[in-house]
């Protein structure tokens, strides 16, 4: 399975993960964009009597600092935002075990040099399936494994991690831009809007 195609099936089971979370992510970016209100209004009065004798880099000090702290509060929700997305990406990697997946697992485990592997870590229910790929290793089932084979060569000289989590984690990157775009677009009911 190639990044790209991980990527696109990711993408698609984390749309419909997206859904879900549509509303209670509008409803916490009503409640941050409420909260950012208040305490932008809340510095306006605080600073109110300040700017009305202070001089203009004074009022302008106030203003960017009110504007520093949206900012930071937006930052916040978007890092929010991100770990959750990351959190449902990864959740979803099980999705990927469909009727096809042993061939999924063979493309896997072929992409491995031909080596004499020591130890083979997969996921529980691929035992069988990691016992015919490399019959010389010892195998360990290892539940944080959605799928994919985690192999080591005697004494820990080289060690080669082709799973799922191995390969979201390398495509994070280029993914999250891209469903945070989809939220963004969801949250504001269709109409295109550009994180800040």
């Known amino acids: 399975m190639s990044s790209r195609e991980l990527i696109e099936s990711l993408r698609a089971a984390s749309r419909v993960k997206i859904r879900l979370i549509q509303q209670e992510a509008e409803r916490e970016a009503r409640v941050l964009e409420a909260a950012k209100e208040e305490r932008l209004e809340g510095l306006r009065r605080r600073y109110a009597d300040k700017l009305a004798s202070a001089e203009g880099d004074e009022s302008l000090r106030a203003l960017a600092e009110a504007d520093n702290r949206a900012r930071l509060l937006r930052l916040d929700a978007e890092k929010s935002l991100s770990d ?48 015919s790929y490399f019959p010389e290793a010892e195998i360990v089932a290892v539940e944080n494994i959605s799928g994919g084979v985690d192999a080591t060569l005697a ?7 082709n799973t799922f989590e191995k390969r979201l984690e390398r495509a994070w990157s280029e993914m999250l831009p891209l469903l945070v775009k989809d939220v963004y677009r969801e949250v504001s009911d269709g109409a295109p809007v550009q994180p800040s």
Do not use: H
């Not at 990351?86 to 075990?97: D, E, F, G, K, Q």
């Not at 896997?108 to 229910?125: D, M, Q, Y």
């Not at 004494?155 to 991690?161: D, E, M, N, S, V």
């Open 84 to 131: 959750r997305l990351l959190s449902i990406a990864r959740s979803s990697l099980a999705m990927l075990r469909d009727d096809n997946y042993p061939a999924v697992f063979e493309k896997l485990a072929r992409e491995l040099p031909s080596f004499s592997w020591k130890t083979v870590r997969v996921n529980p229910a691929d035992a069988g399936l990691a016992r």
């Open 155 to 161: 004494g820990g000289t080289l060690r080669i991690i």
